[in-house]
């Protein structure tokens, strides 16, 4: 019996352990089957030999056959849970307390990604099902946020509003006192309509702020969706933050951030930045032995290393910290500070004009100067009864009030939201990602733009086109005329010290070559050209040192055990006037090392400049073989390999980008880590530099810049168009100068090393494609196709985001202005307002919101390209937008208290129809006056109006709900009905502002802001 029983028990632990690579059907069949056998064997024990007998017997009793069409169901929940040989809560604490004695437990990190089933080289297998599988068992690589905001609570928010809520107090005792006296009726109208006036204008302001949430919600989701490098299937691959799992093994380099926590596997020279999780600012070094611990969230600020994913999402350090944070993603800009002292100030004389119009109201009302609609005073003393005098007076409180609704442009905040909202939509198309919403507004001011060259201007599609051994040109596909001993060490050099990779699935199908474009520039060029297998190189040699490539150094260099002879030998790779410079000797065509003196060393810097000069980055290569007892990488007495070059061709369209930012007055300067000739060359076909041109003080080099005194720097720095041979502190010392001459620079960036740079900018533009994370978060902008045309797109935007805003100003201060003015003589000199409460909130209905929606989504035009940048000091409010809307408020105060005084006379109507005159004329007035708005400065406001189907529509809108304020809801609005000729009059009178505009638009107004001479007097 213990036999069949020892038997039974190693079938079962064969079946428990089911191959994860299997398809999660066969999985099922799998787990069905091992419960069959188990019941089986179970069954097999009563049946054992004649001695038990007996005992199988009552044995069986208690143990029922299965009938044969019982079915056996399989939880894949179950198997998926419990098949990792290591549970969830040992990885988390594992790298969260940095605890290295637990982790020596498990047997280390190959017994780690043993228990995870995760192979170090090839990383996970199986597909999209073992993906599934991990996050089920350990979860997603998400952080939980708190949740959006409802439209229910911009609702809560626009009722908070001091104005609002005595606006509905008003409604609220007009309602009541109009039942109590009209009956329910008629005596709902005059409240009830305010009440429908009020929530109108909330609905609307807390539609649209509910809009501008969810868009940068949007913005925010798209931001964090982070590339990542990863191996699976033995297969480099890139693949977004949230779909990493649990074992699977992420390729980190300079400038990435950390996507989860993990251990590190392999790599070099490893520095991670944990000051967002610590606070110190010291770089902590990672390695296999001491500190193999990474923590997400945190930046890696140099080498290059893969790690082990051990914790995703909430389990992570990140994801805990961030659980606790609540994150508002609305930020308040420059100019919407600016807009809301101007909507304050506006406001304050708003309210002296409602406080002095609700004195002189209640003193004509209580001194009997007032008549009700049959001619009779309102007001006789102690006949007089409560209800009628509350009614009277909360009537009065309820115009004062309106003229506030009025007076206070509410407008203008709601018109930045919305033309920000909508340039960031239409900007996103357009391939920028704003990050920062005063970037929008700032770009628009730009004076200067400070670009790189890679990738930028040029395509970042580069190919090895040249490749010089010694003095001699190689041509393409010939690697046979290379020695080759000399062969094999420029493989060396290629394979192992390169943070690319190469992957081909099988011997039929093609290579894939991935890394930064220089090195699957240089990595193709090797496989293809010279037929060097990557993976053999690697299994031959052993990497002992590497010295990472960055910015500052321009080169990279290992130190590497070749393992056939154990001899050490050093290679080194970078810009080649670097290399150059560290070699004393160089191998020639043959093979044969010759000593390099000063004439060799010219010919090899024309060669250098020769290639340069036709648009090619060059890099060369460099080896040494080094002593046994050798432990760390020297820099001289190298021997020089050879010397490649590499082609960048200039974007399609980035010279007449490049001409049209230069037309707007904006300033193009390239800095570039490539030589001065190449420089020079791209500079040129690009259009930054015209052919002739005097280079003197034009172009620098990084060096001789940084070692200018701060006088000359500042000096030239407005004449420099080419830095050459820059590194990051070079680009950040130029943008100081810059901003301390009064200039606004953007400024874009790719690297870890442009971030002091991008934060010091003005307008910081980072690349999407090629661009770090930390490039990233330092930027305001992420240029999502890392093309300079979009950065021209994106300076346009923002000029066009300054202009719409300034457009809606001057339409709504042309209504502020009439409407207090009115309203205020009106008061003071016939004891009533003509527009009554409904009217001044649709009024303001059709101002704030409707025309900020209009105004607000004008799409960018060439006009606002042949003007000069916007200076930081210069007034929203500018002289020419004083003589527009002065000309056109004086216009509608000169009609409409025409109309208030004498307009029963003229057209010989009744006092209500003439008030319907005055309020149909007032409305219409702003529609026509919206088309002036379009244009400050052109005289023709319907150019481009075809394409802007949202203003058109906006108008007719307005248009068809006024029809029907006036035609149809009479006793809503308090309006009377209108004949023909009473709309033409008005439609007449209305259309007069458009001639009044083009005489206007004639006038010359001074350049000196209105108010300097204010200033100037003062003193």
Known sequence: ??????????????????????????????????????????????????????????????????????????????????????????????????????????????????????????????????????????????????????????????????????????????????????????????????????????????????????????????????????????????????????????????????????????????????????????????????????????????????????????????????????????ELT???????????????????????????????????????????????????????????????????????????????????????????????????????????????????????????????????????????????????????????????????NSTGSVYREDPGSEFEFSGSPTEKAILSWAVLELNMDMEEMKSNCSALHVEAFNSKKKRSGVLLRKMGDNTIHEHWKGAAEMILAMCTSYYDASGIVKEMDNGERNKFNQIIEGMAASSLRCIAFAHKQVPEEEKKLKENSLTLLGIVGIKDPCRPGVKKAVEECQYAGVNIKMITGDNVFTAKAIATECGILRPGQDMKGTVVEGEEFRNYTHEERMEKVDKICVMARSSPFDKLLMVQCLKQKGHVVAVTGDGTNDAPALKEADIGLSMGIQGTEVAKESSDIVILDDNFASVATVLRWGRCVYANIQKFIQFQLTVNVAALVINFVAAVSAGEVPLTAVQLLWVNLIMDTLGALALATEQPTKELMEKPPVGRSEPLITNIMWRNLLAQALYQITVLLTLQFGGESIFGVTEKVNDTLIFNTFVLCQVFNEFNARKLEKRNVFKGIHKNRLFLAIIGITIILQVVMVEFLKKFADTERLNWGQWGACIGLAAMSWPIAWVVKCLPVPEKPFFSYLKWKRR
């Open 334 to 496: 420059p100019l919407q500070a600016r807009l809301n002292t101007l909507t304050s100030s506006i406001g304050k004389v708003g309210l002296a004009v409602a406080f002095l119009v609700l004195v002189v109201l209640l003193v004509r009302y209580f001194t009997g100067n007032t008549q009700d609609d049959n001619g009779n005073q309102e007001y006789i003393g102690s006949k007089t009864k409560v209800d009628d005098i509350v009614n009277a007076v909360v009537g009065i409180v309820a115009a004062a009030i309106t003229i506030v609704v009025v007076a206070i442009p509410e407008g203008l905040p709601l018109a930045v939201t919305l033309t920000l909202a909508y340039s960031m939509k239409r900007m996103m198309a357009d391939q920028a990602m704003v990050r920062k919403l005063p970037a929008c507004e700032t770009m628009g001011s730009a004076t200067t733009i400070c670009t790189d060259k890679t990738g930028t201007l040029t395509l970042n599609q580069m190919k090895v086109i040249k490749f010089w051994q010694g003095q001699e040109c190689i041509e393409e596909g010939v690697p046979s005329a290379i020695s080759p001993y000399v062969l094999e060490l420029i493989k060396q050099g290629v394979a192992l």
């Open 1 to 330: 019996m213990s036999t069949i029983l020892h038997t039974n028990l190693v079938c079962i632990d064969y079946l428990l352990d089911i191959p994860h690579n299997l398809g999660i059907a066969k999985q099922r069949w799998h787990k069905a089957f091992f419960k069959i056998h188990c019941c089986r064997a179970l069954h097999s024990l009563t049946s054992v030999s004649k001695n038990t007998r007996a005992k199988a017997n009552k044995v069986k009793k208690n143990i029922s056959r299965s009938p044969s069409y019982t079915l056996v169901n399989v939880e894949l929940d179950q198997l998926d849970n419990s098949s990792f040989k290591i549970d969830k809560t040992i990885l988390n604490e594992v790298v969260k307390n940095k605890d290295i004695n637990q982790l020596q437990k498990l047997d280390g990190i190959e017994g780690l990604a043993s228990a995870l089933e995760t192979d170090i080289e090839g990383g996970i297998y199986g597909g999209e099902e073992a993906t599934k599988r991990r996050q089920k068992a350990f979860g997603f690589n998400k952080y939980k946020k708190p949740p959006t905001r409802s439209i229910f609570q911009f609702v809560w928010e626009a009722f908070k509003d001091l104005t609002i809520v005595i606006l509905l107090g008003c409604a609220a005792l007009s309602l009541g006192f109009g039942i109590k006296e009209n009956g329910l009726k008629e005596g709902w109208y005059d409240g009830g309509s305010i009440f429908v006036a009020v929530f109108l204008v909330i609905a609307v302001s807390a539609g649209s702020n509910y809009r501008q949430n969810r868009q940068f919600d949007k913005l925010s989701r798209v931001s964090n969706d982070i590339q990542i490098d990863v191996v699976r299937g033995g297969r480099r691959q890139q693949i977004s933050i949230f779909e990493i799992v649990v074992g699977d093994i992420v390729c980190l380099k300079i400038g990435d951030q950390v996507p989860a926590d993990g251990l590190f596997v392999n790599g070099h020279s490893l520095q991670v930045d944990e000051s967002s999780m610590t606070g110190e600012s010291d770089y902590v070094d990672v390695n296999c032995s001491q500190n193999p611990f990474l923590i997400s969230g945190t930046k890696v600020a140099d080498g290059y290393a893969q790690m082990l994913v051990t914790s995703v999402g909430m389990n992570t350090t990140w994801g805990e910290m961030m659980s606790h944070i609540t994150r508002d993603t609305y």
